[in-house]
């Protein structure tokens, strides 16, 4: 079982930047590689949406409402992924998760509030 732990949520104001961490390990200790990673988000009264993914190879994917402004990047040294998000706008506002997508396993998400 893969377990990750989000952090770097927070409220920052329109224009701000904030980055976010998870950093993936396995509830029975063993080394292992993250592979292939996303963060979505779920904002109040919505679906969770993806945002971003990154694969092996380190491609990247992402929204077209977060691209040019977000940059998913990963350490697999350190069995973490980033989500470095850039000039954030109120409508980002939403709890983001990470998922480790070869398990399905998901995050416990961090809240990002963007004001206005």
């Known amino acids: 079982q893969v377990q990750l732990v989000e952090s770097g949520g927070g409220l920052v104001q329109a224009g701000g930047s904030l980055r976010l961490s998870c950093a993936a390990s396995?509830?029975?200790?063993?080394?292992?590689?993250?592979?292939?990673m996303g963060w979505y988000r779920q904002a109040p009264g919505k679906q969770r949406e993806w945002v971003a993914d990154?694969?092996?190879?380190?491609?990247?994917n992402y929204a077209g409402s977060v691209k040019g402004r977000f940059t998913i990047s990963s350490d697999n040294a350190k069995n973490t992924v980033y989500l470095q998000m850039n000039f954030l706008k109120p409508e980002d506002t939403a709890v983001y998760y990470c998922?480790?997508?070869?398990?399905?396993?998901w995050g416990q998400g961090t809240q990002v509030t963007v004001s206005s």
């Open positions: 998922t480790h997508l070869a398990s399905g396993s």
């Open positions: 396995r509830s029975d200790g063993r080394i292992f590689s993250i592979y292939a």
């Open positions: 990154i694969s092996s190879a380190s491609s990247t």
